[in-house]
């Protein structure tokens, strides 16, 4: 075995260690996108890479004709490509509420780490996936803890079954008091003179779902109760 066929194993070995490590991340969170799917787009980009290096000096020029080749040509269209699979996991879940936009961007991350390696940064591609870990997992736990008021909350989708519609002001208020904040309301006549409201309302990160709910559910008029975590 040759010194460059030694050489692009341990390439593709490093880029599979930093994929798996950006999959496990995402596997713990029940993602969409996670270890297979983050190998598989780590080495690939890597092994890209070394092609389109490697190719770019295998045709020095025949007959006096000097063919020149952009080395990073593959890895260029990778960045492009990746998009499609990113754009795959983004899902629109109500009218103002996104998902995925982080596995998106850990998708195109876990690329440009196989790019970096094929291109031979290994110490740069191992200090992006450690500044990557670090910023999805303890930036965010370090800002619920000191960050401000509004970092430290979390947006609850709140739906309510009401039969009185003059409770409906009374019960808003007392949602208030539970130092709930509303963002928005929407109130809808139902079948049987019952009414649904719904809200999207903010809550420290502290606050479980069930508390939520167990508050909410005590409130006098409110008949039925549904509670949606949008994060």
């Known amino acids: 075995m040759s010194n460059l066929e030694m050489e692009i194993l341990i390439k593709l070995g490093i880029s599979a260690f930093l994929g798996l490590v950006i999959g496990i991340e995402r596997e713990l969170k029940r993602k969409p996108v996670g270890l297979k799917t983050s190998l598989v787009i780590s080495i690939v980009s890597c092994l890209l890479t070394i092609v389109s290096i490697e190719s770019a000096y295998a045709f020095p020029g025949k007959e006096g004709i000097n063919i020149t080749m952009d080395p990073l040509r593959l890895a260029a269209q990778i960045v492009s490509g990746i998009g499609f699979l990113g754009a795959g996991v983004i899902l629109r879940r109500g009218n103002d509420s996104i998902s995925g936009l982080t596995t998106a961007a850990l998708i195109w991350g876990a690329a440009g780490i196989g790019i970096a390696v094929g291109a031979g940064f290994y110490i740069e591609a191992m200090a992006g996936v450690a500044l990557l870990i670090i910023s999805v997992e303890f930036i965010p736990f370090m800002i619920g803890l000191v ?84 994060s």
Do not use: C, F, W
């Not at 709140?158 to 019960?171: A, G, H, P």
């Not at 130092?179 to 502290?206: A, G, P, W, Y």
């Open 147 to 230: 960050g401000p008021r509004k970092l430290r909350e979390r947006e609850i989708t709140l739906q309510l079954k009401v039969t009185d519609k003059e409770n409906i002001k009374d019960i808003l208020s007392a949602i208030k008091d539970l130092k709930i904040s509303i963002k928005r309301v929407r109130i809808k006549d139902l079948e049987e003179k019952k009414h649904l409201i719904q809200l999207i309302v903010t809550v420290n990160q502290k606050k479980s779902i069930t508390d939520v709910y167990y508050s909410v559910s005590q409130l006098k008029g409110v008949k039925s109760v549904e509670v949606e975590s949008m």
